[in-house]
């Protein structure tokens, strides 16, 4: 079933496909479609109260993203989080997010480390347990300064091609290790302090050390292998 409090009527501003896209990839990465939940064309394009065309266009673009599963005959799934998801995503945020860094390093200045001062400053002043939305929200503040900053545009297009899948496994990630307020602020300093450096290979492997630790923690959930 389609949540009571889905947007009303889209704009017609931006193309259909593209408004719906970026409406069902907010309910998915939001929760409000739980993984493995049927996504039906018909309930969907009611509740947005748009055809059935660009409801179809945007679960295609949400499969190319990895959220959605498109099953012969069955329809539309929301994908389900895997080992392999968790593995492919992990790799190729690394090799990406080492890039990032190694670049933006030398090019962010007094105002793109003003910028991740005032993130680590919200994270710092968390003294009570935090909701994961928030600390995905704190956490992703963070990363989006990296890749504003490295001046690479195609390096930011494949981190926005990810983002969403990253969103869900930090999400999952939260949610069953509850304890950013332990490692939130501390790391992501670390990681500041880092790039800070000014030295593109310290940048490095200040990622390779900040991401790792998240991806040994989803490794320890109990997720399907495919």
Request: charged share 30%.
């Amino acid at each position: 079933m389609i949540p009571d409090d889905v947007v009303s009527p889209l704009p017609s501003q931006r193309a259909l496909g593209d408004l719906v896209t970026d409406v069902l990839r907010e309910m998915i990465t939001g929760g409000k479609f739980q993984p493995g939940q049927h996504l039906k064309e018909a309930e969907l394009a009611d509740a947005l109260k748009v055809s059935r065309g660009p409801i179809r266009q945007a679960l295609a673009r949400l499969e190319e993203e990895g959220h959605v599963e498109l099953r012969r005959h069955r329809g539309a799934f929301v994908s389900t989080l895997t080992r392999r998801d968790v593995e492919e995503v992990h790799t190729l945020r690394g090799a990406i997010e080492r890039l990032a860094a190694s670049r933006a390093c030398t090019r962010m200045q007094d105002a793109g480390f003003a910028e991740m001062d005032d993130v680590l400053e919200q994270m710092k002043s968390v003294d009570t347990k935090i909701d994961p939305e928030d600390a995905v929200r704190l956490d992703l503040q963070f990363h989006d300064i990296i890749y504003r900053y490295c001046d690479h545009s195609r390096v930011q297009r494949v981190w926005e091609s990810i983002r969403g899948q990253v969103t869900v496994f930090l999400r999952a990630r939260n949610a069953s290790f509850p304890d950013f307020l332990e490692v939130g602020y501390s790391e992501h300093k670390e990681l500041r302090d880092a790039l800070a450096l000014g030295d593109p290979q310290a940048a490095q492997d200040g990622i390779d050390k900040h991401i790792l630790g998240a991806y040994e923690r989803l490794k320890r959930l109990n997720l399907p292998e495919r």
